[in-house]
Every structure is written in C-alpha cells, then in structure tokens.
C-alpha cells in the first residue's frame, strides 16, 4: 500500500484543534493558551529542522555528523530535563547531572540495540541511529527529571527526618534509602504504565506508523516490542544513575545533609 502524503492544509486543519484547546483555556481559565500555542510553534519549528538536517545526515552516512547531531540532542535534553525540576541542584550540578545520567543511559542502549538486534549496514547508519536515540532519549528524559525533581523536593520536606537519622549514627546512604527509592519507583512509573497499556488501549507512534507506511503489522509489533524494552532499558539505567548522583551530591564525606546544594525554589 502505497504510503498517504499529506500536504500543508492537511496539517492546518489538524492545528485547529490547538485552537480550540485554547480557547477551552481562556474561557476556563486555566492560563495555558499562550503555552499550548508557544509549545506548538516550537514543536513546528524543531520538526522542520529536523527533518531538513536528517535528510543531510542520511544522505552523508557519517559517524562523525551522526555522533555531533546525537550529543547536541542529548544537550538539548538535559536542558529540558533541569527546567521540569522544581528544585534542582546548584550550579553546573542542575545541568550536569541528568545530561551525563542520559548520555550515559541512551548512549549503551542505542549502540546495544545498533550491534546487536537491528546491525545495519554501517551500524552507525543515521537512518536507523537518530530515531532510535530519540525515542529512547525523549522517555529516558521523562524518567531522569521526575526522579530528580521527586528526590530534591522529598528531601527537602523530610529534612528533619533524614537529620535525625543521620545524627543517630546511619551513613548518608541509609538515611537516604528511602527518599531515592521513592524517587525511582515515581520516575520507571511512566514506562511502566506505558507497557501495560500498549497494546489493547494504545498502538504507539512507531508501530502506526509502520503500518500506515505499509510493514506487516507482526513486523511491526515486533519492531515496537523491542523499541518499548530499549526504552524501559534505557529509562531504568538512566534514573538510577541520576537519582544516586543526585543523592551523593545532596549529601557530603561527613555524611551530613546538604540541602544549600540545591537552588532557590522556582517561584
């Protein structure tokens, strides 16, 4: 079946949707007209940029243009991923830390599905690189600002508690157990909601579009099976590192709390 190419009307009818969302703000007033609109036009742009960049990359075929476009990708990332905390870390920490933890997360998952599952030909082949790094990034982001933004905010509110455990003799790591775990299990939910649901209530992006493109749908399912455990992959390796990280930092070799590590609190 011939793949359905849609032209620029097509695309304005599908916008006034956003108009009507809206408007349904201004006249409930929730205050989100101006950010549905300026969220639109940036994912307007971004997707026009990437899509003239990416026929470059896949007409170039290299390593080097490959790997430049996937680390500003993942700068872009981390950048996002500090903005949707609440309390971040000070310093260069706030941005560092979740960028590496992605980096380092999306960086293994990638190459280990390019050289093992899907090997194309060269392995490092843009086609098939850029968008499963997006799809595996884009989740692994979700993951690593939630836990980051439920473990300096829960920190912060059981301040006391975690004092008292500390003074009470018990090194950093214990008194500090519990307030990373529940910043875990807040930032695998999202994937893991996601995987239950996937399926029977939603057929996901990737998997759509292979089959409105014409790939037999077993091939698809299976294509999608495998996109949904790198990102579960992914999205795991990439909390836990930021969250102990972050952990670390919010604590020092005297095993003392130290919430003057974090910013002033947005707003």
Do not use: C
């Amino acid at each position: 079946m011939p793949l359905i190419a849609l032209d620029y009307l097509d695309l304005a009818l599908a916008a006034t949707l956003l108009l009507v969302n809206a408007g349904l703000s201004i006249w409930l007033q929730l205050g989100l007209a101006r950010d549905t609109l300026i969220a639109a036009a940036r994912m307007v742009v971004q997707l026009g940029l990437m899509g003239l960049v990416l026929k470059v990359l896949f007409t170039l075929v290299s390593p080097w243009l490959t790997a430049l476009f996937a680390l500003l990708m993942v700068l872009f990332a981390g950048r996002e991923a500090m903005a949707r905390q609440e309390r971040r870390l000070s310093g260069w920490w706030g941005y560092g830390v979740g960028t590496a933890a992605m980096l380092a997360a999306a960086a293994v998952v990638t190459l280990f599905a390019l050289t093992t599952q899907v090997q194309p030909e060269p392995w490092y082949d843009p086609r098939y690189a850029i968008p499963l790094l997006g799809m595996i990034l884009g989740n692994t982001m979700t993951g690593v600002a939630l836990g980051l933004h439920t473990l300096t905010t829960t920190a912060s509110r059981e301040k006391g508690g975690i004092e008292a455990q500390l003074m009470l003799g018990r090194p950093r790591g214990q008194a500090l157990r519990p307030v990373a775990a529940a910043a875990l299990h807040t930032a695998l939910m999202p994937i893991v909601n996601s995987m239950a649901a996937t399926g029977l209530v939603a057929i996901p992006g990737m998997m759509t579009g292979q089959i409105l493109s014409g790939v037999d749908p077993v091939e698809a399912v299976k294509y999608q099976t495998l996109i949904m455990f790198l990102i579960a992959g992914g999205t795991g390796f990439g909390a836990l590192t930021a969250v102990l990280a972050g952990a670390a930092r919010l604590t020092d070799a005297r095993h003392r709390l130290r919430l003057d590590r974090l910013a002033a609190k947005k707003g």
